[in-house]
């Protein structure tokens, strides 16, 4: 009888677990396709409309914001002229909003999905890190009509641009830095549910802390308990993220090296120790839960 | 490390599993001063130092009392949970039985679990619908195949789950027939299967209550207790011993108090040997002259109880006062038993209450076709010699 190479499971003591989960995971790329097709297959179940929510969504909420921040608190006045002479404060909001979305609903979606396949691995084996990417992939996918709809939206209203290529890389960096978040926080998560409801709050903080409804410049000069808020922003990770597809998409530049190497630095250091928490940390809060 | 694993398609060396058990009604800021003070959790020993090893092709039985930690060993060779200590090889793709449709996702279609589940054992979708078909048929659950499986019945749900888990054609499979499985009927079905995957070169390890289940189909036996090996080997010598420390707690004899009994055993002899005896073959019970009480009795009742308890074969005959000084066997010409083991009683009934006389009965099936049947109680005729010791 034939047997597979990778269907010999060896454990040994002395393996770095880090390395034992990815084989596994690579082993078992078939599970994380089915998961991520079931996925998809069951986002949009039951409902009219059905795939045209991932459109209707973020058109929704940009219409809000447009409104609310745009019109009735002025930030019209503040958004500064583009390329092409574009001043246009829903098109400065879209391209981070985008990016906003890919990162909250990933991390989240991450988090959460473990929390719902524990249940099942504690009962058969299998990797719980297809689950986890196979939330991400189809989250990925699902946000992606997004990065259509907005570049779409930007070729309408300013024309085409090669700098919209770009907006891609910076959509999957920002995925994977939101995936790094979410491995982190997966099995905190389990081991104390206060975290994720904890986590929902810092978001709601984080989004405001990001400058996403207002341009960096609002902030020169503003202090909070001594702090200059302009500098405070810089080290939340995300608005890098935000600057870099504003470059690309409202003022057609190509980002210089240094923007690009730190985008891909905080999203690489971001599944690097999300990975580690999570090898670390995942298996004993299954066997425990 | 043990390197050398032609032939074996389970090896375990040193196998040890410890459980921290933690209070989880205990709120986040008390564990984190617990933490902080150093306050460790209470450490449960669920398996120590277990070693065997499983050749390709061989059925392993596991036996043991609630709590032996029989289902953590399955769960470590499934690798649903791993050793805290210790060295693990399992060689070939691993299906599960642990619990009542263990791998199913509730909200999915029947359809849909058999691929997630083909999914999980490694086995792509194009592959699996190959197999949907007799899946379906063989868990019979016709047009419910596409409703979700949250509102299968019991007995469905575990014929689902072990259709999937067969037609997978595992190379190991693990059941706990303990909770696994829900319908006796389809189980028993579902026992040829097991003959034919291992006859396909498939390993099967089965965690169960029924002894001569273990006795008559497995290669070996484990008898586990509170984390550790007592026995192992041939299945016969495992679960004998298993009986005799039993029983040794907890006369087999169901009724009456230890003091109730008589001084001898009674002895079962049949071409089998002692003490065991084929369906529907013939057997001999002798009750020694020590072991009649001297008191008055009037009536004599023959029976034989499950280890559950249950009757399945009576015989009760009067008798006259004097008659039964000395030894005097009951011979049956067609033991009107399934294959199991039994306890085979002797009671006197006088007027100062009952005295059991009894002793273990191994029932063996005549061939290996032999269907296991549950049979109504019955009465039957017997054959009652008097014999001057």
């Keep these: 009888m034939k047997i597979q190479k990778n269907s010999i499971r060896i454990l040994d003591k002395n393996q770095n677990s880090s390395i034992r989960e990815l084989n596994e995971f690579l082993n078992y790329k078939g599970l994380t396709k089915t998961l991520a097709k079931r996925n998809l297959k069951t986002v949009y179940n039951r409902s009219f409309l059905g795939w045209m929510w991932s459109v209707l969504h973020p058109l929704a909420t940009l219409l809000i914001y447009s409104i609310v921040f745009g019109k009735i608190l002025n930030g019209n006045g503040s958004v500064p002229s583009g390329a092409e002479g574009l001043k246009s404060f829903p098109m400065y909001l879209f391209s981070a909003l985008v990016i906003w979305n890919a990162y909250s609903e990933l991390s989240v979606g991450v988090m959460t999905s473990f929390a719902n396949s524990i249940n099942l691995r504690s009962r058969v084996y299998f990797p719980i890190s297809c689950a986890v990417f196979a939330s991400f992939i189809s989250g990925f996918i699902v946000l992606g009509v997004e990065i259509l709809v907005l570049v779409g939206a930007y070729l309408v209203i300013v024309g085409p641009s090669l700098t919209f290529f770009l907006v891609l890389p910076a959509f999957i960096l920002a995925g994977f830095f939101g995936l790094g978040v979410g491995l982190m926080l997966a099995a905190a998560n389990i081991r104390h549910r206060d975290v994720g409801h904890l986590y929902s709050v810092f978001l709601r903080l984080l989004f405001f802390m990001t400058p996403i409804i207002y341009p960096m410049n609002l902030l020169d000069g503003k202090k909070v308990f001594a702090f200059d808020l302009d500098k405070v922003l810089l080290l939340n990770p995300l608005t890098h993220f935000v600057v870099f597809i504003r470059e690309v998409t409202y003022f057609q530049k190509i980002p210089g090296l240094s923007q690009w190497a730190l985008i891909l630095s905080l999203s690489s250091l971001s599944l690097i120790f999300g990975w580690g928490a999570f090898v670390r940390f995942s298996p004993k809060v299954i066997e425990n839960s | ?389």
């Design chain 2, 1 to 389: 490390m043990i390197n050398e694993f032609d032939g074996y398609a389970i090896r375990l060396k040193n196998v040890s599993k410890n459980y921290e058990i933690e209070n989880l009604s205990r709120g986040f800021l008390q564990s984190l001063s617990h933490r902080m003070y150093g306050k460790r959790s209470r450490i449960f020993q669920a398996l120590s130092d277990i070693s065997f090893d499983i050749k390709k092709g061989e059925m392993l039985g596991v036996i043991g009392p609630n709590g032996a930690g029989k289902s953590t060993l399955l769960k470590i060779i499934a690798g649903i949970v791993h050793p805290t200590s210790g060295n693990l090889i399992v060689e070939g793709r691993v299906a599960s039985l642990l619990e009542l449709g263990a791998g199913f996702h509730q909200e999915l279609t029947g359809r849909e679990n058999i691929y997630l589940n083909a999914a999980m054992l490694g086995i792509s979708e194009s592959e699996a619908k190959g197999s949907i078909d007799s899946i379906i048929q063989m868990a019979d659950i016709g047009e419910f195949i596409d409703v979700p499986v949250e509102v299968y019945s019991t007995g469905m749900r575990a014929r689902l789950g072990f259709a999937v888990a067969v037609q997978m054609r595992p190379d190991i499979l693990l059941v706990d027939e303990t909770i696994a499985v829900g319908d006796i009927a389809f189980y028993q079905r579902s026992l040829k299967q097991f003959e034919v995957m291992i006859s396909n070169g498939a390993t099967v390890v089965l965690v169960s209550h029924d002894l001569s289940l273990i006795e008559q189909r497995c290669n070996s036996a484990l008898w586990i207790e509170g984390g550790r090996v007592v026995s192992s080997g041939a299945p016969q010598v495992v679960v004998q011993r298993y009986i005799d420390h039993y029983s040794g707690a907890n006369p087999l004899g169901v009724s009456g108090s230890e003091e109730n009994h008589g001084a001898g055993k009674l002895m079962v002899q049949s071409e089998l040997g002692k003490g065991s005896a084929y369906c529907g073959g013939s057997c001999t019970f002798r009750v020694p002259g020590e072991s009649i009480p001297k008191t008055v009795f009037k009536k004599v009742t023959f029976a034989f109880t499950t280890h559950h308890g249950s009757l399945p074969f009576v015989a009760t005959f009067e008798t006259e006062l004097d008659r039964f000084q000395d030894a005097f066997s009951i011979r049956v010409r067609l033991l009107p038993l399934p294959p199991g083991q039994y306890s085979a009683n002797v009671t006197f009934t006088g007027e100062n209450g009952d005295c059991v006389v009894s002793n273990r009965i191994l029932v063996y099936p005549h061939d290996r076709e032999t269907e296991f049947s549950t049979m109504p109680v019955i009465s039957f005729p017997i054959e009652v010699v008097h014999s001057g010791e």
